[in-house]
C-alpha cells in the first residue's frame, strides 16, 4: 500500500489526509523523502553541466519539496497533539535531519557550484529575486560551515546534533511537566473564583479525569486563577509549580540542558569565527549587534521599571490592608492588579469576558483582513489531525487564496503558548502552490454547550498569531526559501503585532463584542473602558519581558555561563528586578531560547518589531482611517506580500519611509511618562 504521506494528495486544496495517516507512516515517509532528497543533491553536485541558477540554486530549492511536504504534516501534529508514538518519532527524526543538513553543507562540489554562482554573480543577468535567493544560499553555507575542514567541520556536525537532540528534549520535559501538575479544587479553594474560571476548572478536570475542578498548569487557566482566587495559599502553590516548570528535579528537569546548549551554542559560534554566540546570531538580524540590543531593551527597560516598582507600593498597600505582613509577592500581583483594575477603571474581568466570545473574535478578525486585503473565509468540512480543529478556504476575488486552519483549545497533548506555522509555504517554483496555514492557541475549553470565552489579552493573541497567518498567506513570491515569514527573526513579529492594534479599533469591537447570552453589543461605557485600560498594567508587563530579553542576550553575549540559573540571578540583581515581578519565562521552560535556536539571542524580537508596529500602525492613524485602502494595499505590496525577497530594513522604508524610533513604542505601551 501507497504511504498517504507520499502519495500525491487529491483532497480538496492539497491538504493532508488525517484520516488516512497512522503514526506508523511518518519514519518510513521520512526515511523515503531523505533517500530521495539525498539523490536529487547528489546529483546537482556531480552534474557536469556549468552551473546555472536554475540547475543549482532553483534545484537544490526542488530537491526538498517532498520532505517539506512529509515534515511540514509531522511537525504540525506533532507540536498541537503530541502522544508518546510522536515524541519518539521528534527524538528520532531531529538527529537524522540535522545529519542531513550537515551532509549538503559538507558537500564540497555543491558549495564550489554555489561559490561560482556568487563570483560571478554581476553577468547572471538575474532577477532581484534570484539574486536574494542566491546571497541567502551562499550565506546560509557560510554561517553553516561550509568552509570548514576536517576536524572542525566534523567537530561542527556533531554539535548541530546535539544541539537537535536537546532541543527536543527541553521541549518534551517541558510538556511532561505542564501536562502531570494539577492541583484539585474543593468547593471552599474555589473562593473568589468567578464563574468563567469554575467552568474552565471543571472542564480541566473532565479532560483530565479528574473527580471535579483542577487547576493545571496551562496559561489560560492558572492566570485566571491567579487573578481572582482569594486563597493566597493556594495561588502560592499554583504559581510556585507553574514557575517551577523544567527545574523539578528528575528526568524532566531542563536545567542542565540549558547549560549544556549555552556551551555548545558558543562553540558553534567560535568554530565559525565569531566571539560569542549573539554576534554570530545577529549578525543577520536587523538589530545587527548585541550593543544595538541591548541599547533597545534598556531605553524600555528604566522606565518600565520605575512604572512597576510605582505600581508594586499600590499593590502592597491593598496586601497589608488585608491583614497580610510582609512584602508583596509574585503570586499576590495578579489577584491585587485585577482588584486596582477594577476599582481604577470599574472594569470587571468576570463582566467582559462574555462579550469576547472565540467564535467572534475569529469573525472579527476575518472581517478585518476582509476590509483591508479583500479576503473572503468559508468553512471547510473534512478530516482533521483533531476534533477541535476548524479549516477555512481563504479566497480573494473568487481566487483561492490559501487555506487556513485554527487549534484554538488547550489540551493536555499540546504544547503551552500559541504559534503560527505553515504545513505548505506558497512558492510558484512547481505551479502556483498555495499555503496551508496553522495557527495555535491554548484557550480554556469550555463546557459541553457552552460559548468559549476569551480574556482581553486572549483576543490580542488570536489577532497576533492570525497576522502571522496573513503573512504567509499573503506571500507572493518565486521561491520557497524566501516564502512568508522566512525573514529576519526581529522582523518577523512586525506584521502579527501590527495586526493585533486593530482589536483596538473601537468600531471593530462595537460591531463584534456581544454578549454571549443576550447577543448584545458591549456597551459603550465598558468599551471604553476596556481600551482605556489597555496600558493597564504595563509596567509589570514590560519589565516581565525585557527581563527574559536581557537574560537572553546575556547568556549569549560572553562565555558560556557555567550555571545559567546563578548568571540569570546576577542579571536580575544587575537589573535592579522588582521582587514582586519575576521573569515571564524563567530558565527551564525558557521554550522560546532552548527549544531550538529560532529566538536565542533573540527574544528581544517581539520589542524590536514594536518599534516597528507602533510606527506603522500611526500612518492609518495619520491617515483618519484604520481600513485606509491604499495604505493597507501598501502594506501588502512592501512587507506581507515580499517574505524574506528584500532586506527586512528596505521593506520597512519602502512602507513608511524611514525606519522608526522607539517613542512610538513607549508612548502606546503608556511609559512615555514613567521615568
Not at 1 to 15: A, E, I, Q, R
Not at 259 to 272: G, I, M, V, W
Not at 371 to 386: A, K
Not at 552 to 569: E, R, S, V
Given at each position: ?15 493532508p ?163 502531570d ?58 504559581y ?57 531593551l ?104 490559501a ?77 520557497d526559501?524566501?516564502?512568508g515569514?522566512?525573514?529576519a ?39 471604553q ?15 516581565e ?90 502594506l ?15 521593506l ?7 525606519l ?16
Open positions: 500500500m501507497t504511504n498517504p504521506l507520499l502519495s500525491d494528495w487529491t483532497t480538496p486544496f492539497g491538504l489526509p488525517f484520516d488516512q495517516i497512522s503514526d506508523d507512516d511518518y519514519a518510513p515517509a521520512v526515511d523515503a523523502a531523505l533517500e530521495n532528497a539525498r539523490a536529487a543533491f547528489a546529483a546537482i553536485a556531480q552534474s557536469t553541466e556549468d552551473p546555472t541558477f536554475d540547475n543549482t540554486i532553483l534545484a537544490m530549492e526542488l530537491a526538498e519539496l517532498e520532505l517539506n511536504k512529509v515534515l511540514g504534516t509531522f511537525y504540525g501534529v506533532a507540536g498541537a497533539d503530541s502522544n508518546p508514538k510522536r515524541e519518539d518519532l521528534q527524538r528520532e527524526f531531529g538527529p537524522k535531519l540535522s545529519a542531513f543538513g550537515s551532509e549538503i553543507i559538507e558537500n564540497k562540489a555543491l558549495f564550489a557550484r554555489v561559490e561560482s554562482l556568487w563570483q560571478q554573480r554581476d553577468d547572471l543577468d538575474l532577477t532581484e529575486e534570484q539574486q536574494r535567493v542566491l546571497m541567502l544560499t551562499r550565506r546560509g553555507f557560510v554561517r553553516q560551515g561550509a568552509q570548514l575542514e576536517g576536524a572542525e567541520a566534523k567537530r561542527l556536525r556533531d554539535v548541530k546534533s546535539r544541539l537537535t537532540v536537546l532541543g527536543t528534549e527541553f521541549t518534551q520535559n517541558l510538556l511532561a511537566d505542564e501536562r501538575w494539577m492541583m484539585p479544587l474543593a468547593q471552599d479553594d474555589m473562593a473568589g473564583l468567578p464563574d468563567f474560571v469554575v467552568a474552565t476548572a471543571r472542564a480541566a478536570g473532565e479532560e483530565k479525569g479528574a473527580d471535579g475542578p483542577v487547576v493545571t498548569l496551562s496559561r489560560s487557566l492558572i492566570v485566571p486563577f491567579l487573578q481572582f482566587s482569594s486563597r493566597r495559599d493556594l495561588r502560592q502553590k499554583a510556585e509549580a507553574w514557575t517551577a516548570r523544567g527545574a523539578n528535579g528528575g528526568k524532566t528537569d531542563n536545567r542542565a540542558i540549558a547549560a549544556e546548549t549555552l556551551k555548545l551554542r558558543e562553540e558553534r559560534a567560535q568554530l565559525l569565527g565569531y566571539d560569542t554566540f549573539a554576534d554570530y546570531k545577529l549578525e543577520t538580524e536587523m538589530a545587527g549587534t548585541p550593543k544595538a540590543v541591548r541599547d533597545l534598556m531605553q524600555v527597560w528604566e522606565p518600565a521599571k520605575a512604572a512597576a516598582n510605582a505600581d508594586a507600593d499600590c499593590l502592597a498597600a491593598m496586601l497589608n490592608a488585608d491583614g497580610f505582613d510582609g512584602p508583596l509577592e509574585p503570586w499576590d500581583w495578579r489577584y491585587y492588579s485585577e482588584k486596582r483594575r477594577q476599582a481604577e477603571h470599574d472594569l470587571d474581568e468576570a463582566a467582559l469576558k462574555p462579550y469576547l466570545q472565540l467564535d467572534r473574535m475569529i469573525e472579527a478578525s476575518f472581517a478585518c483582513a476582509t476590509r483591508l486585503f479583500g479576503l473572503q473565509f468559508q468553512p471547510l468540512d473534512g478530516p482533521t489531525y483533531h476534533p477541535d480543529v476548524r479549516q477555512w478556504d481563504v479566497t480573494r476575488d473568487g481566487e483561492h487564496v487555506v487556513f486552519i485554527g487549534d484554538y483549545f488547550a489540551r493536555g497533548s499540546k504544547r503551552s503558548g500559541a504559534w503560527c506555522m505553515a504545513m505548505r509555504a506558497q512558492h510558484r517554483m512547481a505551479g502556483d502552490v498555495r499555503p496551508l496555514v496553522v495557527n495555535v492557541c491554548n484557550f480554556a475549553k469550555p463546557e459541553d454547550g457552552q460559548p468559549a470565552l476569551l480574556s482581553y489579552d486572549d483576543a490580542r493573541t488570536l489577532f497576533h498569531e492570525f497576522g502571522h497567518a496573513l503573512h504567509q498567506m499573503l506571500s507572493d513570491v518565486t521561491y526559501s524566501i516564502s515569514t522566512s525573514v527573526r526581529d522582523f518577523v513579529e512586525l506584521p502579527s503585532q501590527l495586526y493585533e492594534h486593530w482589536l483596538e479599533v473601537p468600531e471593530v469591537l462595537a460591531e463584534f463584542a456581544t454578549h454571549a447570552d443576550t447577543g448584545e453589543p458591549m456597551p459603550k461605557v465598558m468599551l473602558r476596556m481600551l482605556d485600560a489597555a496600558t493597564y498594567d504595563m509596567g509589570f508587563q514590560t519589565v519581558y525585557v527581563a527574559s530579553a536581557l537574560v537572553d542576550l546575556a547568556f549569549h553575549d560572553g562565555p558560556a555561563p557555567q550555571d545559567p540559573m546563578q548568571k540569570q540571578a546576577e542579571v536580575l540583581e544587575d537589573l535592579g528586578m522588582p521582587h514582586a515581578i519575576r521573569m515571564r519565562h524563567a530558565t527551564p521552560h525558557f521554550a522560546h531560547v532552548f527549544a531550538g535556536d529560532g529566538y536565542s539571542s533573540g527574544y528581544y524580537s517581539y520589542m524590536w518589531s514594536e518599534v516597528m508596529d507602533a510606527d506603522a500602525f500611526a500612518a492609518f492613524e495619520e491617515a483618519g482611517d484604520p481600513f485606509d485602502p491604499a495604505l493597507a494595499k501598501k501588502e505590496d512592501t512587507v506581507l506580500s515580499s517574505g524574506g525577497s528584500v532586506d527586512a530594513a528596505e520597512y522604508k519602502n512602507f513608511r519611509g524611514r522608526p524610533g522607539v517613542d512610538a513604542l513607549l508612548k502606546g505601551r503608556g511609559l512615555d511618562q514613567a521615568a
